[in-house]
């Protein structure tokens, strides 16, 4: 139990949540983040194509086209401030048919209402010049210059961090299981603690309309949509310079090849419709169909290693728009329906939040400083720690390689388990320095990391323990 109240209560910690969280940190309230889950970001947004969207593909007049293109823009420079790994290498949507070809102009009469006016089509030579080792038969391509890739681990875990350490609280392994109302305060019941809040903002994700439903809601219901993927080795990296795009369908964006932040190649994601929301285990059906796809898009890519196969659930709903809705006289704001965009418009949409807690009687006073955060280096476009002769001479452990795939050292693992928002278990490491990710996938390194894991989340725990009693 717990006697403390919040102004706002956040439900889900995924890059949504996370983002609403620290906007709502720039204020003068009190904030708290409920997570069922173990880590921030582990749901949708650890298990996506990690792209950094324009919108110029978004529904013209949409609300997910006018949050992504805000987004877009913030989430760039946001990126760039609290060094999450970001490269805009711009894309190519392809055409393999008179058909593609036909929805060309469509395309980019949306892309012009959506306010991206720098789309423009090139044709077949200057697409193959661009991309030698492209499948043959494609018929020309419209180029997307600012499109680009981006962390999504960094990005959910730079913003918690930021609400954090500027004062908001982080509730991990909180499942909702019920909502009370008790004389103007939400009552948010999770086992034998309850989290008390005067407004509540729902960005439980696969979860959005489970949640919205204890509010009274019933317009809309999450129809999970499995995709699975598949990243190649580094050494598939020089293959592609772009993110290669298909022609969308009605139902689906369809299969792209793209490369990582990390310096590998992403081929996916297939789009299967799911009626159990932990359905993230991959299939033998959906990775040969990506195989049988990606060996027309780029023929040599799937001659190289494979070094992950995983799958991840999207929020789609029977609506072709996020759902996002204000009930002022609840006192609650749901965020539902935030399909593989989510990542792109998270900033803009906890903007969008903000401006509706303030429409339902929400003080918004901003706080007179607001802390900035720096996250680690992983990103491959930057000077990893290994090699910055600078970090090494002051700190050796910055130099002492441990997992030897992704060049991750003994310092940074150790960073990792004393953040503020700091790894609690292996899987939230690799996603903090990306420890076990690389091709041998643990198998050499898996020993030493679990034992540097062991010794320094037991000397935090010691530190914290001798704080306490102090």
């Not at 889950?37 to 007049?61: P, Y």
């Not at 006016?117 to 661009?130: K, N, P, S």
């Not at 792109?344 to 906890?350: L, R, T």
Request: aromatic fraction near 4%.
């Amino acid at each position: 139990m717990t006697d403390r109240s919040f102004d706002v209560a956040v439900i889900g910690a995924g890059v949504v949540g996370c983002a609403i969280a620290r906007e709502l940190a720039r204020h003068q309230i009190e904030v708290v983040v409920v997570e069922a889950g173990a880590d921030v970001g582990i749901g949708t947004s650890k298990a996506n194509t990690a792209l950094l969207h324009t919108g110029f593909d978004a529904k013209s007049g949409s609300l997910e086209a006018a949050l992504v293109t805000r987004g877009h823009a913030m989430l760039l420079s946001y990126a760039r401030e609290a060094n999450i790994p970001v490269e805009v290498v711009g894309a190519l949507m392809i055409a393999w048919s008179n058909a593609d070809l036909a929805a060309f102009q469509r395309i980019v009469q949306n892309s012009m209402a959506n306010g991206y006016t720098a789309i423009r089509r090139i044709g077949v030579d200057e697409l193959y010049r661009r991309e030698p080792r492209l499948g043959r038969g494609a018929k020309g391509a419209l180029e997307v210059p600012d499109e680009g890739i981006i962390c999504p681990f960094t990005t959910p875990l730079a913003l918690v961090t930021q609400a954090v350490v500027n004062g908001a609280t982080l509730l991990l392994g909180t499942p909702v299981e019920s909502i009370r109302d008790s004389n103007g305060t939400h009552q948010l019941v999770s086992g034998n603690r309850v989290v008390r809040a005067r407004h509540v903002v729902n960005a439980a994700g696969l979860y959005s309309d489970t949640i919205d439903r204890m509010f009274g809601g019933e317009s809309f219901t999450v129809r999970p949509r499995r995709g699975e993927l598949i990243v190649f080795d580094k050494l598939a990296r020089p293959l592609i310079s772009h993110i290669l795009l298909p022609v969308p369908s009605a139902t689906t964006k369809g299969v792209l090849v793209a490369p990582t932040v990390f310096g590998n190649v992403l081929l996916g994601p297939t789009a299967e419709e799911v009626d159990d929301k932990t359905a993230t285990e991959s299939t033998d059906a959906g990775v040969q169909s990506l195989f049988d796809k990606g060996s027309h898009i780029v023929p040599a890519l799937v001659g190289n290693e494979i070094t992950a196969v995983y799958a991840g659930l999207r929020a789609a709903t029977d609506h072709n728009d996020y759902q996002i809705a204000s009930n002022p006289s609840k006192r609650y704001v749901c965020v539902g329906g935030i399909r593989s965009t989510g990542l792109s418009a998270s900033m803009a949409i906890a903007e969008h939040v903000r401006d509706l807690l303030v429409e339902a009687n929400l003080e918004l006073v901003p706080k007179a400083s607001f802390e900035a955060v720096r996250m680690p280096t992983i990103g491959e476009a930057a000077e990893r720690p290994y090699r910055d002769s600078e970090m090494v001479s002051k700190c050796p452990d910055y130099g002492r390689i441990v997992c030897h795939c992704e060049r991750v050292s003994v310092r940074e693992i150790v960073d990792a388990l004393r953040s503020p928002v700091p790894a609690r278990d292996l899987d939230g490491l690799g996603r903090r320095t990306r420890a076990q990710l690389g091709r041998c996938q643990s198998f050499y390194c898996g020993a030493r990391v679990a034992a540097l894991f062991a010794e320094h989340s037991a000397r935090t725990a010691e530190k914290v323990l001798g704080l306490a009693r102090e």
